[in-house]
Nanobody, 126 residues
């Protein structure tokens, strides 16, 4: 089983940038596709981005496409999400995920995710 710990969440002004990190332990992340989801207050958890095991394939939600970059360092067992041009609507708890299609055939459905981190809060002020 893999354990995930996110960090890097903060309070930032609109237009700012953040880099979230997800440190894994227990198993090497090279065995898993990795991703990020987010959940705003009183909203459902939503897909943000995914990076394939090799790092060659990247997919983003339309809401963050062009403003965010997901990356992974398998040697450090860590995944990153860099977000630029942050907007107030980006405010949410951001969750790291491993094995996004473990339980069903979708990488963007949170019900399919195998492993979750505890989340890190990102707040964007206007």
């Amino acid at each position: 089983q893999v354990q995930l710990v996110e960090s890097g969440g903060a309070l930032v002004q609109a237009g700012g940038s953040l880099r979230l990190s997800c440190a894994a332990s227990g198993r090497t992340i090279s065995n898993y596709d990795m991703g990020w989801f987010r959940q705003a207050p009183e909203k459902e958890r939503k897909f943000v981005a995914i990076v394939s095991r090799s790092g060659d394939s990247l997919y983003y939600a339309d809401s963050v496409k062009g403003r965010s970059t997901i990356s992974r360092d398998n040697a450090k067992n860590t995944v990153y999400l860099t977000m630029n041009s942050l907007k107030p609507e980006d405010t949410a708890v951001y969750y790291c995920a491993a094995d996004l299609s473990m339980y069903c055939n979708s990488y963007s459905d949170p019900r399919c995710v195998g492993y979750w981190g505890q989340g890190t809060q990102v707040t964007v002020s206007s």
